[in-house]
Structure formats: C-alpha cells, structure tokens
C-alpha cells in the first residue's frame, strides 16, 4: 500500500471522528478566536490608546508562540486541511440531513477556500508566522511583510494597511474578512446540523435566523475595524504608544523589547539608497 493509500484509509476509517473534530475545531478555538479577534481591533475606534491597551494585555500572556501555535495556528491549519479534504471528496451531508440549501453549501466551501488564502497571507503581512530573528530579516521583512508591532500597535497597523497606495491591503482586507464571517456563521448553521441541535424545518429556520444576526454583528465589527485601521493618524498614534510604553516600563508592567516596537527595527525609508548629493 502507498503512504498516500493508507492516509486516505485512516480518513476513511476515522471519518466520523475527523468529521466532529472538524466540526468543533471550526467553533472552539478557531471561531471563538476570531470573534475575539474583531472585537479587539474594532476597539482602534474607541482611539490609539484603547486599541494599545488590549494588545499590551494580549502581549502578556505567558509563552505567547506556543499558545498561538497550539490555540490559533495548529487548529487553523487542522480545520483548513480537513476542510479542503472534505470539499474535494464531495462527500457533503446533504443527503444524510436532507440538508438542501445547495447554495449555502457551495457558498461554505467557496469562502472556506477564500478564508485560506486569506488568512495565511494576513497572518504573513502583520504577524510574520515565526518569530525567528533570521526569518524576519531575511525572508519575511525584505517582502514587505511581518509589519505589525505590537506595542506600536495602532500606529504600525495603519502604517502597513497603506502599503501599495492605501487601497490593495484594505480591498484584499474586506475581502477576507467578510469570506471569513460567512464561513463561520454559516458554519455554526452546519455545525448545529452535525452535532444534532436543530433537526426539525421550524428550528432550522429558527437557527438561519440567529446565525443571519450573527453574522451581521461580526461583519460589522470587522468592517468597523478596517474604517478605524483607515481613519488612524499614524504619526499622533505613535506619540501616544510610545509615551504608553514609556510609563509601562518605568513601572516593571512591560519587559523592555525592542523588537515589538517601530523603533527597534529599520524605517522604510532607511531601507531606501541614499539619494546622491547635488554636485
Ligand atoms: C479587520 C480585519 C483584521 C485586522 C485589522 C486584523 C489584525 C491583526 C493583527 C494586528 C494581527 C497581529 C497580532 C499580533 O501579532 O500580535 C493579526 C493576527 C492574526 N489574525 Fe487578524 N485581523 C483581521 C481579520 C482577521 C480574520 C477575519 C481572521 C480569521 C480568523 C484573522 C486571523 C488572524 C490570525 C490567525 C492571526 C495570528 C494570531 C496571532 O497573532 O497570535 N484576522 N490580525
């Protein structure tokens, strides 16, 4: 048997359970952390210094790569592997819960190919994916990417949402995000189907209804967000995060690191060649 065969064997075997883990990974953590995650950003309205708060508590949680790795990352690459097996299969549960909205089926899996690209490429841009020093310089920040700084928070966000004329990143920004939130709401739809919480047409309908609202909420949070990032005075935000900054310090709240501020890396406009003198 090739190693191929017999990983689609164990699939095979193990469908049912593959299919829950599937079904709860795309709740907890993965749809609970991106609530949280909206919210969070939509915060930036409330101003610079409410946005810098929220990321500074984020920022002191213990072992931060392994908790993202084991809470963020590892369930989004599960739930996203899983899921492209399960679309390229086609062996959907339309049948076995006379599931027949075909349309919000085919509308799961299209935003679920979306939410892929999406996400993979945003957590590239502000994020990084690995906090290796030689990855950072030699890969990741030579490409324009790993941008956000977490205790210049606001201030290097809207710096990076303007890269390429201000209009690309916001685009490919609205884009993902309003994929991502009719993943997850019509996903909650299926997942309440999977897990046998609505089987009668009334509940059903009862439940499009809540994930409809659902969805809206989140929608507007994460397009909230995008207006805030966008209306955000990058040189005044800066002013406020590193007086912030300055104070946590002075007053053992936050580990002096230069890596998680602007200052501790190389300006854009460094990276430039120096314009040659006029004769
Ligand atoms: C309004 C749109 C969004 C903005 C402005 C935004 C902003 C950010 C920022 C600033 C970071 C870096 C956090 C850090 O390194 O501390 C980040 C990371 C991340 N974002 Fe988003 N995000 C948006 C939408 C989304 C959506 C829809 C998802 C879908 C699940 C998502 C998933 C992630 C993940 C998985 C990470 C990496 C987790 C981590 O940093 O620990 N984001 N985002």
Redesign the pocket.
């Known amino acids: 048997m090739t190693s191929n065969s017999s990983a689609l064997s164990f699939f095979h075997r193990n469908e049912f359970l593959i299919r829950r883990l599937h079904s709860l990974s795309g709740l907890v953590p993965?749809g609970a952390?991106?609530c949280v995650?909206?919210i969070t950003?939509a915060s930036l309205l409330a101003g610079a210094s409410v946005f810098q708060n929220n990321?500074f508590t984020?920022?002191s949680i213990p072992f931060l790569p392994l908790v993202?790795w084991a809470f963020?990352?590892g369930p989004?690459l599960f739930h996203a592997a899983v899921g492209v097996w399960i679309a390229q299969t086609g062996k959907s549960n339309v049948q076995q819960y006379r599931y027949t909205h075909n349309r919000r089926y085919s509308w799961q899996r299209m935003t679920g190919y979306i939410?892929i690209i999406f996400?993979f490429t945003?957590?590239f841009h502000?994020?990084g994916w690995f906090h290796m020093d030689w990855w950072l310089k030699s890969v990741a920040e030579p490409l324009g990417m790993a941008q956000?700084r977490?205790y210049n928070a606001a201030s290097s966000?809207a710096d990076a949402m303007n890269d390429f004329g201000g209009i690309v990143w916001p685009i490919f920004?609205l884009v993902?995000?309003l994929a991502?939130t009719f993943h997850l709401a019509n996903g909650i739809w299926t997942a309440g189907i999977t897990w046998g919480l609505w089987l009668t047409p009334k509940s059903q309908n009862r439940a499009s209804v809540f994930c409809a609202i659902f969805g809206v909420f989140i929608g507007a949070a994460?397009i909230a967000?995008?207006v805030a990032?966008k209306t955000t005075d990058s040189k005044a935000a800066k002013v406020i995060e590193d007086e912030m900054y300055k104070v946590r310090v002075e007053g053992h709240m936050v580990k002096p690191d230069d890596h998680k501020r602007t200052d501790g890396h190389q300006h854009k406009e460094e990276r430039k060649p120096e314009p040659v003198a006029a004769p």
């Open positions: 993965v952390y991106m995650h909206l950003n990321v984020i920022h993202e963020i990352f989004i939410a996400i945003h957590v502000l994020h956000f977490p966000l920004y993902g995000v991502c994460g967000s995008l990032v």
